[in-house]
């Protein structure tokens, strides 16, 4: 079972991720959502990884790779994917997904 768990607000013009804490079958917020491409939200994320001693480096770096994954997914194909969330819930089955099909 993973520890954390990021959580994506699927958008049309743009994606937010956040950070949670697996707890059980629920989750507890770590850190606010952070807006891309309004601003750089992987910097963002970085930035607040850094501060938490208790996220080490190497799940930082997983989660950090995962975002850019996302990010990455949901700018594809001149933005098609944006209006599947179902697709990225399948594709991205260890993430949470916010948003409307």
Excluded at 69 to 76: G, S
Aim: proline share 4%.
């Amino acid at each position: 079972m993973n520890k954390y768990v990021l959580k994506f607000l699927w958008l049309e013009k743009s994606i937010a991720v956040a950070l949670d804490q697996q707890i059980g079958e629920n989750t507890s917020p770590i850190t606010e959502y952070f807006f891309w491409p309004r601003k750089d939200a992987w910097e963002e994320l970085k930035t607040e990884l850094e501060k938490k001693p208790w996220i080490s480096q190497n799940e930082a770096i997983v989660l950090l790779n995962q975002t850019t994954e996302v990010i990455n997914y949901w700018q594809e194909e001149n933005g098609t994917n944006r209006r599947d969330l179902q697709k990225a819930k399948s594709k991205f089955p260890e993430c949470l997904f916010i948003g409307h099909d």
